[in-house]
């Protein structure tokens, strides 16, 4: 029996809407890293109406780590000040303690960090496992932040 003041824990389906909407975000991101590190490097391209920036090697792989900061970075900072990303605010879910409290910055931090972890080896199949398995709805980074996603 659920109590009226436990908050509902999220599971696969509605933290995944979020995560959809969130990759926009990310979408914007990488774009944000890829001509940041191509505009430092003076290889952006322009012809017409386009503008490319083409990075191989090192400027690429820059671009990348920078990418995974900055997307770590937008989950682990609204989650630690709002609770909520632009996608669990969409879907009306937040991140929180187990206990229900604000999650602390270091919490946030490491959650967000092991989504690297639970992304392998392709589209998050760590994560939906671990959650899957779950007796509390919780991915890897859920259970080493001691935190969960709830309604």
Not at 7 to 20: K, L, W, Y
Not at 58 to 69: F, I, T, Y
Not at 108 to 120: A, C, I, K, Q, Y
């Amino acid at each position: 029996m659920k109590n009226e003041d436990t908050p509902e824990r999220c599971g696969i389906v509605i933290r995944g809407v979020a995560m959809a909407i969130d990759s926009i975000v990310w979408f914007a991101l990488f774009f944000v890293s890829t001509f940041l590190v191509a505009g430092v490097i003076g290889d952006i391209q322009t012809s017409g109406t386009t503008t490319n920036a083409d990075l191989e090697g090192v400027p690429a792989l820059v671009s990348l780590v920078l990418w995974m900061g900055f997307s770590i970075g937008y989950h682990a900072l609204l989650e630690w000040r709002f609770g909520r990303t632009i996608g669990k605010a969409a879907v009306k879910i937040r991140a929180t303690n187990s206990d229900g409290s604000s999650i602390s910055l270091q919490s946030s931090v490491v959650r967000n960090v092991l989504r690297l972890v639970d992304f392998f080896p392709f589209f998050y199949v760590v994560g939906i496992v671990s959650l899957a398995v779950s007796d509390h709805s919780k991915r890897l980074g859920d259970r080493f932040a001691d935190t969960i996603v709830v309604r």
